[in-house]
């Protein structure tokens, strides 16, 4: 089977996971103090912005998966619906995040949990690219030694992410900092570039 | 007319409300002991991976049949509106369902609701189906032989889920524990590959 | 411009309103007598069903017109956008209708609602066709007399959903029975297949 | 890489952020004064009207864009996310709006985050064509001169747009006029016609 329909569908979840995080923002029901409210609100819309390049993030990496990945199995469809689960599950896990800080009470745990979802998600990525190389569904240009340059990057994902987890059950604010600059980082891979083959460096 | 868009359209329904499951996790608006709060709502935890596996094994389905299938009429768009109409109708069933575990009352009938709602989605595949074979929709590499062991296939589904749903009915733990083995057996079909043919089998 | 984005990203807001509907169905919050509280719904069910019906319809609609429809403009784009407006519209009153029937009262205001957008809807999907026509964006295939033929049918939906709304403003149960009894006309349009042309028709 | 999946994606974010506006209006609870409870929800239709035109804009607005642009790098993929993360913040923009409107309290700072948020979107639009232009993404038949009409007229917008935030700051409801005037302004661009090229221009 192809992946156009695979990939139509995941773009649909990421899509609709990555829009409905605006749900996560209330608005205010009393608009006597609007700026005030709006701006109390501030736990929120850095859950937001943090959250939605995260998932444009793993968008875009399951895009640069997809160029190379040309045929589909049962197995893939599984382990993309296993990823896209994780997808889907972070608007709860930044609606919670915002909550906590918000609150000032469970920080450390909301983000625990912010990072353990992120580590999940990057082991299915692990797993739908190991599986394509084994189950030889990828394109032919794809060659040895550039699978395993995007094994290494892939596998550094869930450790930093982890770390980060770490980091930030004890230190809160700590752990917001890392997220927010490893999504940065892996956004504009300037280093990334070379190891990551000429598709994506040139282009 | 092509189903190509036909093709687009159930992608998106399917997408929608496979990302909607996520909508019946509440977050704990107090999250003083956030740990306890979070582990708390298992039920619900449970019910999205169910439906998530669950949505997501209907849309692979779908997507093996429209694989044979490769046009479209009236009738055959009737017949998948009202398949989309049972697929979107899950997230409902799922969150009654993890309600009736969590408050720990109305769990039979919440389980019969999931169970019939399953049911009437695959009479709605059998139907989409047969209309197709019979109005000659089908590519032509579909033999008679193929189409009828896909038949069996797919009339083994309703017959398992009622019985499911029957036995959830009396004891609510099994239905769900059922349920679940339903779905991963049909995600991860060993013996199912010979009898659906080459093109499901080997890709 | 060609017409595959304005197909795809009309796809996507049809495929979500019709999702959305399942929110207007509200999980009960008490599950002990939960069998009842589930029957106690019907009005959301129903409304679900026809809705999920209408919309799929006028999808379906939108669907074959666009079959005719090969390039698009300006002007197209902005009556598409209202079009779509009149869609996304329909969760709300679809809602509305159900919140009266179960509260009994404003059934009356409800229908009228739900029958003027409705109305609405046609009129846009009118407008659009003939635009399409005078600005020459369809197939070649089309003629005249079969544009007609497609005009006089597009025609008749605004007159009888009107008639329909006015019908149940006075007698609203009458008015859901005559609603559900056209959507389901215009669903298997056995006599339409003559008069839409062998395209629609065939196949 | 192409632009198929990056447009199939911003397709989808678009679709959803417009069809999430309807969650805006709230079904009244109490249906015993329907017709009043219904006409006393105007602001929200306003701001469902006013946001629904505008997301269609833009989203017209990408589709023109993404005509001309037919490769896609890591820097387009950031900032595409940045404007679909604008385009998803719209719904709730158009809430406070309808919120304050509806309370006769907090129009001016709705207002300007309204505008504000407006003013964001096109500097994005902004970022995507100049960086296109200067990463030599677009098509051949892209001329300087064309380009440069388009950037002086997507410069036009952020001025235009904070004008009408900064008017409406101190007149709320001059602001929604003028915001409702630029939106159909930019809808039916017959002056912009000429400027905009012949492509844009005679399809």
Redesign the interface.
């Known amino acids: 089977?192809s992946t156009s329909?695979?990939?139509?569908?995941s773009?649909?979840?990421?899509?609709?996971?990555?829009?409905?995080?605006?749900f996560?923002?209330k608005?205010?029901?009393?608009?006597?103090?609007?700026?005030a409210s709006?701006l109390n609100l501030w736990p929120s819309y850095l859950a937001?912005?943090i959250s939605?390049?995260l998932i444009?993030?793993l968008?875009?990496n399951h895009?640069?998966m997809?160029?190379h990945i040309i045929?589909?199995?049962?197995?893939l469809?599984?382990v993309n619906?296993l990823l896209?689960?994780v997808v889907?599950?972070i608007?709860?896990t930044s609606?919670?995040l915002a909550?906590?800080f918000r609150?000032g009470?469970?920080e450390s745990?909301?983000i625990a949990?912010y990072g353990g979802t992120l580590a999940l998600g990057v082991l299915c990525f692990n797993w739908i690219w190991s599986h394509a190389y084994r189950a030889k569904l990828m394109d032919d240009h794809v060659t040895t030694e550039r699978a395993q340059r995007m094994t290494r990057r892939i596998l550094f994902g869930p450790i930093s992410y982890g770390l980060g987890a770490l980091l930030g059950f004890f230190l809160p604010v700590v752990g917001v900092v890392v997220f927010g600059a490893l999504i940065l980082f892996y956004?504009?891979?300037i280093p990334q570039?070379n190891s990551a083959g000429e598709?994506?460096g040139a282009?």
Not at 28 to 35: A, K, N, R, Y
Not at 71 to 75: A, G, I, N, T
Request: proline share 4%; no cysteine; hydrophobic share 60%.
């Open positions: 089977m329909r695979l990939e139509a569908f773009d649909g979840v990421f899509a609709i996971a990555i829009t409905l995080l605006i996560n923002i608005t205010p029901t009393d608009t006597s103090h609007l700026l709006l937001y912005v939605f390049l444009g993030l968008w875009a895009h640069v997809f160029e045929q589909s199995d049962r197995l469809m599984f619906t896209l689960m889907a599950f608007p709860f609606s919670v909550s906590a609150n009470a469970g745990v909301a949990l956004w504009l891979p570039r598709k994506v282009r």
